[in-house]
Nanobody
Framework: QVQLVESGGGSVQAGGSLTLSCVVSGIRINDYGMNWYRQAPGKARELVASNAALGVSTYVDAVRGRFTISRDNAKKSVYLKMDRLQPEDTAVYYC?????????????WGQGTQVTVSS
């Protein structure tokens, strides 16, 4: 059974920092692209940061330069370091694993962790 468990969310004031963690079991994350999504109230879920299996990272414009995604394959963990947080970063953040293998897509999601940024 595949599980992704996020932690590290919480409430901070604008300008503060948080680091989210995602611990994965049941798959080898070495073979997977790992992503962080977020969903604010009343809005669609959006991709925030991606870390490809080969290590290339990409970010949505709104967080580039403030957020950093990283992974530790040995610990089967993915992280999202968030600096200079702003109220518009308030959302539930989800960890996501994806792999295309022999023509089939494998997608797994965590349960989410709440991040609240106050002004």
């Amino acid at each position: 059974q595949v599980q992704l468990v996020e932690s590290g969310g919480g409430s901070v004031q604008a300008g503060g920092s948080l680091t989210l963690s995602c611990v994965v079991s049941g798959i080898r994350i070495n073979d997977y692209g790992m992503n962080w999504y977020r969903q604010a109230p009343g809005k669609a879920r959006e991709l925030v940061a991606s870390n490809a299996a080969l290590g290339v990272s990409t970010y949505v414009d709104a967080v580039r330069g403030r957020f950093t995604i990283s992974r530790d394959n040995a610990k089967k963990s993915v992280y999202l370091k968030m600096d200079r947080l702003q109220p518009e970063d308030t959302a539930v953040y989800y960890c996501h694993a994806v792999r295309l293998w022999k023509g089939q897509a494998y997608n797994y999601w965590g349960q989410g962790t709440q991040v609240t940024v106050s002004s």
